[in-house]
């Protein structure tokens, strides 16, 4: 994990004054409830009462930290988290507990958009229409369209909430996909422009090696051991790519999950799903791993492309008029 290490004028100013003791702080105590969570993106690092920097320890993104005081040292808001551990306020966002922004669902009951790719998926539901839920932050995706989370990695559009308050909005640099009645949240392929090279007609075995190679080449690229083609394996993954045609979601059109279709055995089984239109079988595995390698939430299909917890590997592709459906089966 890279620490970024920036200088802090509280840290210079408490240095500085030291000889001579004298160090503005003023505290107050927190409610009960108040809560300080450190931003997306930020490795927060922590710093005595004194404003001293601790070197030893940091805080990583994302993570909630209940609030014992807040105080001031020489003007900068602090937030207490240990016994003399101080959160900077400029890294984190406080919740005290009566500040909750609150969705309601409107327009209709409102399908949840999930992030989850590995393991069992949730089955897709709705919230009903004039429920009210709590919201703890947002995410804006590429095509500028806003969802709330109401739940760990649950999102519920923007067209079908309305929230009492600000809260915080990351940008993402994919696109949920219109796939939200199915339970996931997919990168959003576009259909090919006249300035792309549409009249591309690769065969579907082209396509599946070079999706193979753009996951080894990735693996390769981070260090990771290259993964194995098996015939088996193969075999599922061919029958998963039809299947997605179909049924575009990591559940068959039968109802089970999709590793009812994998190789007797015991061990990691994870998949990645994908479609693209017609082009050079380069460019379709170039966009995939392109989609998959921006997205920002864990666990997700970059994930299991770059996986230590699996060595071999299927790639099924099946064509559909000017589509490629793309299944990406492992295991370990």
């Known amino acids: 994990m890279k620490i970024s290490l920036k200088k802090s004028a509280t840290l210079i100013a408490a240095l500085a004054m030291a000889t001579t003791g004298v160090l503005s702080l003023n505290s107050t105590t927190a409610k009960a409830a108040t ?44 937030y207490q988290v240990a016994t003399n551990e101080y959160l900077q306020a400029s890294d984190s966002t406080l919740n005290d507990g009566n500040s909750q922004a ?34 703890d932050r947002a995410i804006k995706d ?6 709330y989370e109401v739940a760990s990695n649950q999102w519920i559009s923007a067209k079908n909430m309305t929230v009492n308050k600000a809260v915080e909005t990351v940008n993402s640099n994919t696109a949920f996909s219109t796939f939200s009645s ?20 690769p065969d579907t075995a082209s396509v599946a090696a070079a999706v193979l190679k753009s996951i080894n080449d990735e693996r390769a690229a981070k260090g ?13 993954a061919n029958i998963r790519a039809k299947e997605i045609s179909v049924k575009f979601d990591h559940q068959r059109p039968n109802g089970s999950m999709c590793f009812s279709a994998f190789p007797d055995g015991w061990g990691t089984e994870e998949e990645n799903i ?16 392109n989609s998959f390698r921006a997205e920002n939430f864990a666990p997700s299909h970059y994930t299991n492309v770059l996986s230590p917890d699996v060595n071999t590997v299927g790639v099924g592709v099946y064509r559909s008029g000017d589509r ?9």
Do not use: C, H
């Open 35 to 78: 809560v300080a969570t450190v931003k997306p993106g930020v490795t927060a690092r922590l710093y005595t009462s004194q404003g001293y920097l601790i070197t030893n320890r940091a805080l990583a993104p994302n993570t909630p930290w209940r609030v014992g005081k807040i105080v001031k040292i020489n003007g900068e808001t602090f």
């Open 102 to 135: 609150i969705g309601t669902i409107v327009n209709g009951s409102a399908p949840i958009y999930y992030t989850m790719t590995k393991g069992e998926i949730p089955a897709a539901r709705n919230l009903p229409n004039g429920s009210t839920w709590k919201v």
């Open 142 to 147: 590429t095509t500028g369209a806003v969802y």
């Open 182 to 201: 199915k339970g996931k949240v997919v990168a959003n392929p576009q259909k090919p422009t006249n300035n792309q090279t549409s009249n591309s007609n």
């Open 224 to 236: 990771v051991a290259p993964l194995s083609q098996t015939a088996a394996l193969t075999n599922t």
């Open 274 to 289: 994908a479609y693209r239109y017609k082009r050079p079988a380069n460019e379709i595995a170039a966009d995939i791993m």
């Open 324 to 332: 490629y459906y793309v299944a990406e089966d492992f295991m370990g």
